[in-house]
């Protein structure tokens, strides 16, 4: 059985179709993520979920429950909003006691549960201090708290992580898994930063314009997106413009926009003689004449260093530029220098070009 | 730039200037109060408090003096009675205006904002004349005398109401303006029925601006003449007194009481009012 | 649910708003606009025509009045906002960031006193024997006490400083918007003081000038106590006609009349200065 169900709800303000038959099961106790730009519709599908909207089509279902005649107020799914919404007017204690006040638990059992979520999220004995006097992290905490308290069926999190600065954001990232596992909650957590996605995520639903362009692990996103939004969206990739020239079974030669031409996987029905784009990790390519499969001549524009991550940069002979991941940093390359970029075309992948 | 100290110095010269300019008058009305002389003007006889607290002419002081009294006491009971209805209904135009849509919006907020712009002694008349037009029908037609109607406090009341009410909402929708939807949102999604989000998150957010539409609805009030004296009956407010008291009576140190009693309390309001918005920053 | 939950809370919330609006603002301007077309032939037999108005017009007496009222309100208006926007682009621009709140609020602290209160002040200081007249003596710089009020310029000086602080707000609020990187460019670019000032300043301030501007007019043709009080009984003020006309002579028809007139005519002085300056009434009066 499902936690969440959403069955091809769509949403139209008008002609504007937001979300469009979107469909997703979230199993319990996973980690669940949607990935995509702003103004995919993340946010209104996430709106519908908690009520705030009314879908103009299709069906969710909590446990198995439809809800759509359910208003917010009496569905079991909380929500951590972008900006935390914590009440300015009350304590800390009062924000984590509203829901159960609301509720309508006993007066007495009250303080022991506000007392036992705040341990919980590792903030003991907050219960008097104002919002104010929180730091970032630890509103997020407790905001976290204020819904956990309540023991939701879906705790749905809406960018919440967005307001942090980025050494923040990096620790809450690791932060907001451990809670997720120490909870046995299911999470729905929104987002447009990829990394936040794969790195948290069991699963992840990469959004576009109102639909899902594909569902999967983290891996599976990035070893082997369906389409040219999702390998561009998730992870980095160098993206190349060109045009079929030929297929060759499962692999197609694509004369490139500026001049020259690669191989790659042929990962959609594009035929020969329509516009594609190639998508390479920069991990996937190698320097130097001995590397196999095609290959791309030009120099080196310049060495971008950021430890773990740096890339070179290469200026093909046509003016394209591509990243090569530079993991050893060696340093033996020097910019002007010419060189030979190589990727094996099984690691590369044609998607027919992306319209807009 | 060698000008510029000069300038600079003349500059604050004449800002030095612009207050002494402002409080001249008040000084003067406040200090003659406690000089012991039947005038409230120089010499200086000596510092008493006889305008406030003597029993017996020729000084009798303000805390003795009857009609004085009378009207501190009906100013206050207008002024409470006035700054809440205002405040309400303020509330209710503020949510009117900042939560709902409706045909002709642009129409009704101007209609919100024309009582600012009419001057007080028309609103006052016209408030009159529409009473009494009334008052005068029932009485021709059913032979009943409506003493509301007539000039007294009620009237006050409605007419200081007339304009006071634009002034509150404009000061209760500033604050819903700023206040972040998500929180209702929050308080739904956390089980809250709508009367209870509307009771334990909205209105507790508003109550700073509403404390503060309330004092300056009082203080208003309070000072208000233009309208007033156009629908004053017999149960004048304070500074209807006093103008009475300065017009026959000429000006005696005990008004100069009665100014420094005004002074002081709108002093502390606004004081107050100024305390309870700065507290809440979340 | 929502629907006809929403629609039963819009007619509770409406409904405080039209009685308010209807029956304490509208209603009563149609009133004393009927009133002002009626003409009393008896005791209760009325004719109805523009006959008041044309009285009010053939009255020279009436007719200066309300000249006379209109024009000091220009030289107020004219004269509060030569002497607030110094203080306005003081506290703005030039005082420590520390002193402005500090500032802002003492200009702040007559609005809290009561006009009566203040009109009273002057009184104290300017009449024959009050404080200033008899401190000139005392230092021999005049010979007799004079008197001080019930003259044209005292009227002015006293309405200049009831509506200063209705000019100095909505410009000080203006001028706090403008980036000082602006004044820096146009120094920068060689502008002169005076340039700058009236290229840069002014038009930037515009908005709080008009808003200004027609606040305090408003205020000073719709004073009553100021003119009264320091002008004497014979200040010729056209809200003192109207008391007069109402509440002395008790002759509704003409006080009705003048009323109308004067709403009308500080209206379109309003509307006038609106479209002049291309603003809306909503955003000018309703800043602060």
């Not at chain 2, 005068?136 to 007339?162: A, C, E, H, K």
């Not at chain 3, 007719?63 to 509060?80: G, K």
């Not at chain 3, 004044?183 to 930037?204: D, K, M």
Request: glycine share 8%; aromatic share 10%.
């Amino acid at each position: 059985m499902y936690d969440l169900s959403c069955d091809r709800v769509t949403k139209a303000f008008g002609k504007f179709v937001a979300v469009d038959e979107v469909s997703l099961d979230i199993p319990s106790g996973s980690f669940f993520s949607i990935l995509g730009p702003s103004g995919c519709g993340k946010t209104t599908l996430m709106r519908m979920i908690a009520g705030f909207e009314t879908p103009s089509g299709g069906d969710i279902r909590i446990k198995g429950e439809s809800v759509l005649s359910l208003p917010p107020n009496k569905r079991n799914v909380k929500m951590v909003f972008q900006h935390l919404a914590l009440f300015p007017m009350m304590n800390v204690g009062e924000n984590i006691a509203y829901g159960l006040r609301c509720r309508g638990d006993a007066k007495a059992e009250i303080p022991a549960k506000v007392a036992r979520v705040l341990e919980r999220v590792g903030l003991p004995g907050v219960e008097e201090k104002q919002i104010g006097q929180l730091s970032g992290g630890q509103r997020q905490r407790i905001a976290i708290a204020r819904c956990m308290v309540l023991e939701p069926d879906v705790l749905l999190l809406d960018e919440p992580l967005g307001a942090l600065d980025l050494k923040l954001r990096e620790h809450m990232k690791i932060e907001l898994k451990q809670l997720q596992h120490q909870f046995e909650t299911t999470f729905l957590y929104i987002t447009h930063d990829q990394s936040e996605a794969l790195v948290m995520s069991d699963r992840v639903a990469v959004m576009n314009r109102g639909r899902f362009e594909q569902i999967g692990t983290p891996r599976e996103l990035y070893d082997d997106p369906v389409s040219g939004f999702v390998a561009g969206f998730v992870g980095d990739a160098n993206c190349l413009a060109g045009k079929i020239a030929e297929i060759r079974g499962g692999e197609v030669r694509v004369e490139l926009d500026g001049g020259g031409a690669v191989e790659a996987r042929r990962a959609d029905d594009s035929a020969v003689g329509d516009a594609v784009e190639v998508f390479v990790r920069p991990e996937a390519m190698r320097i130097g004449e001995t590397a196999e499969g095609t290959r791309i001549a030009g120099t080196v524009d310049s060495l971008l260093f950021n430890g773990a991550n740096s890339r070179i940069l290469v200026k093909a002979e046509r003016g394209q530029l591509v990243e090569v991941a530079d993991p050893g940093q060696s340093g033996e390359l020097t910019p002007g220098a010419s060189v030979s970029v190589g990727f094996s075309p099984a690691r590369a992948r044609a998607f027919a070009r992306r319209t807009a | 730039m060698q000008s510029s100290t000069g300038l600079r110095l003349v500059y604050r010269a004449y800002m030095v200037v612009f207050f002494l300019f402002l409080v001249a008058p008040l000084v003067a009305a406040g200090v003659f109060a406690f000089n012991d002389s039947l005038f409230p003007s120089l010499p200086w006889n000596g510092f008493t408090l006889d305008w406030f607290f003597s029993p017996v002419e020729p000084k009798l002081g303000l805390f003795h003096d009857e009609r004085l009294l009378r009207g501190l006491e009906n100013s206050l009971y207008i002024g409470v009675i006035v700054a809440a209805l205002s405040v309400a209904a303020g509330t209710c135009n503020a949510f009117l205006f900042e939560r709902r849509a409706f045909p002709l919006k642009g129409l009704a907020y101007i209609l919100l904002i024309i009582p600012l712009v009419i001057p007080g002694v028309i609103l006052g008349i016209s408030i009159l004349v529409l009473a009494s037009m009334i008052a005068n029908w029932i009485d021709l037609n059913f032979g009943l005398f409506i003493t509301w109607l007539r000039p007294g406090i009620p009237l006050i009341v409605l007419g200081q109401f007339s304009f006071l009410t634009t002034i509150t909402s404009l000061v209760i929708a500033a604050r819903l303006q700023k206040f972040d939807m998500a929180l209702e949102e929050a308080a739904l999604n956390l089980g809250a029925g709508k009367l209870r989000v509307l009771a334990t998150v909205t209105l507790p957010f508003l109550y700073p601006a509403m404390f503060s539409a309330f004092v300056v609805a009082f203080l208003v009030s309070f000072e208000n003449f233009n309208t007033t004296l156009m629908l004053v009956g017999s149960d004048a407010p304070l500074t209807i007194t006093m103008y009475d008291r300065m017009v026959k009576a000429g000006s005696t140190p005990v008004l100069n009481a009665v100014s420094v009693v005004l002074m002081l309390g709108s002093g502390l309001l606004a004081l107050a009012s100024v305390l309870v918005q700065r507290e809440p920053k979340a | 649910m929502g629907r006809d939950a929403g629609k039963l809370s819009l007619t509770l919330l409406m409904t405080p708003f039209l009685l308010w609006i209807g029956l304490l603002i509208i209603l009563p301007q149609i009133g004393i606009g009927y009133v002002s077309l009626r003409e009393k032939v008896s005791y209760d037999e009325f004719h109805y025509g523009l006959k008041n108005y044309v009285d009010f017009i053939s009255e020279p007496v009436y007719r200066n009045t309300l000249f006379r009222t209109a024009w000091m309100s220009i030289v107020v208006t004219a004269l509060a906002l030569v002497v607030g926007f110094p203080v306005a682009y003081y506290i703005a621009k030039i005082a420590r960031q520390k002193s402005r709140a500090a500032l802002f609020l003492m200009c702040l602290i007559p609005l809290w006193v009561s006009d009566l209160v203040r009109a009273y002040g002057w009184i104290v200081l300017l009449r024959e024997t009050g404080v200033v007249s008899r401190t000139l003596v005392a230092l021999g710089i005049i010979g007799q006490p004079v008197e001080m009020l019930y003259n044209d310029a005292t009227v002015v000086m006293g309405l200049v400083y009831t509506v200063v602080l209705f000019m100095i707000v909505p410009l000080t609020s203006t001028l706090q918007g403008m980036d000082d990187a602006l004044l820096e460019a146009g120094y920068n670019l060689g502008g002169s003081r005076l340039t700058v000032f009236r290229r840069i300043i002014v038009p930037y301030a515009m908005p709080g000038i008009v808003s200004g501007c027609i606040i305090t007019f408003m205020l000073t043709a719709g004073s009553y106590l100021t003119p009264v009080l320091l002008g004497g009984k014979n200040s010729s003020w056209f809200t003192e006609q109207i008391y007069n006309q109402f509440i002395t002579r008790y002759n509704w028809e003409a006080g009705a009349t003048f009323g109308v007139t004067l709403l009308v005519f500080t209206s379109f002085v309003v509307w006038l200065g609106l479209k002049l300056t291309g603003q809306s009434l909503a955003t000018t009066v309703a800043k602060d």
